[in-house]
């Protein structure tokens, strides 16, 4: 968890049970941030919704939090819970592109070095390490996904007049109720209902 986050967890827990809360400089906060800061921030909310729950503030607040943090775990083992990795976001390698020497581009899934399990025949580099390599890795939670990198960057050729269409949802939608001619039903029945 990170110093803000576990900071404004610490001083909402302290005004839950009336009190005030410490400085963030004190030690006392110092020492529940270090523990806790293997707690990932996205159950920041449900733990404090949890020891809200509790009668009075518990005397080790540090170990309340884990102690939350352990019951969430088994609580939702079936969750799609994934501790993001700050390499590959959580996706667990990159879209990567090699270009050969007879022009064409080898596509292939480049496995996370930070997170991935390693298996015989892989290589495990950072996309900067690719880079060096010659090889472009697409960038964790690129906008409008692997397709739309791959038109930005000229690995494939959009169609003509869809290329820009992919940026804007909204002309996407458009674009394939044209194609479907699903808002062809629309304009009937809006044609119905004018006359
Ligand atoms: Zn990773």
């Given at each position: 968890?990170?110093?803000?986050?576990?900071?404004?967890?610490?001083?909402?827990?302290?005004?839950?049970f009336g009190r005030s809360a410490p400085s963030r400089s004190s030690a006392v906060v110092?020492?529940?941030?270090?523990?806790?800061?293997?707690?990932?921030?996205?159950?920041?909310?449900?733990?404090?919704?949890?020891?809200?729950?509790?009668?009075?503030?518990?005397?080790?607040?540090?170990?309340?939090?884990?102690?939350?943090?352990?019951?969430?775990?088994?609580?939702?083992?079936?969750?799609?819970?994934?501790?993001?990795?700050?390499?590959?976001?959580?996706?667990?390698?990159?879209?990567?592109?090699?270009?050969?020497?007879?022009?064409?581009?080898?596509?292939?899934?480049?496995?996370?070095?930070?997170?991935?399990?390693?298996?015989?025949?892989?290589?495990?580099?950072?996309?900067?390490?690719?880079?060096?390599?010659?090889?472009?890795?697409?960038?964790?939670?690129?906008?409008?996904?692997?397709?739309?990198?791959?038109?930005?960057?000229?690995?494939?050729?959009?169609?003509?007049?869809?290329?820009?269409?992919?940026?804007?949802?909204?002309?996407?939608?458009?674009?394939?109720?044209?194609?479907?001619?699903?808002?062809?039903?629309?304009?009937?029945?809006?044609?119905?209902?004018?006359?």
């Amino acid at each position: 968890m990170t110093h803000d986050m576990a900071y404004n967890l610490i001083c909402s827990l302290y005004a839950t049970f009336g009190r005030s809360a410490p400085s963030r400089s004190s030690a006392v906060v110092a020492v529940i941030t270090e523990r806790i800061a293997s707690v990932p921030d996205n159950v920041a909310a449900d733990i404090r919704r949890k020891l809200e729950e509790l009668d009075s503030m518990p005397s080790n607040l540090g170990k309340a939090i884990i102690g939350a943090w352990e019951t969430w775990q088994m609580e939702n083992s079936r969750a799609v819970y994934r501790e993001t990795c700050p390499v590959c976001d959580g996706g667990k390698g990159f879209e990567a592109y090699e270009k050969l020497e007879d022009g064409t581009v080898h596509h292939f899934f480049a496995p996370c070095p930070n997170c991935s399990i390693r298996r015989k025949g892989f290589r495990y580099l950072t996309p900067k390490q690719w880079k060096a390599q010659g090889v472009l890795c697409m960038p964790p939670g690129y906008p409008g996904g692997k397709l739309q990198f791959e038109y930005d960057y000229g690995i494939t050729e959009p169609p003509a007049d869809e290329a820009r269409s992919f940026r804007n949802l909204r002309t996407l939608k458009l674009l394939m109720n044209r194609r479907t001619g699903y808002d062809r039903g629309y304009a009937m029945e809006d044609a119905g209902r004018a006359s």
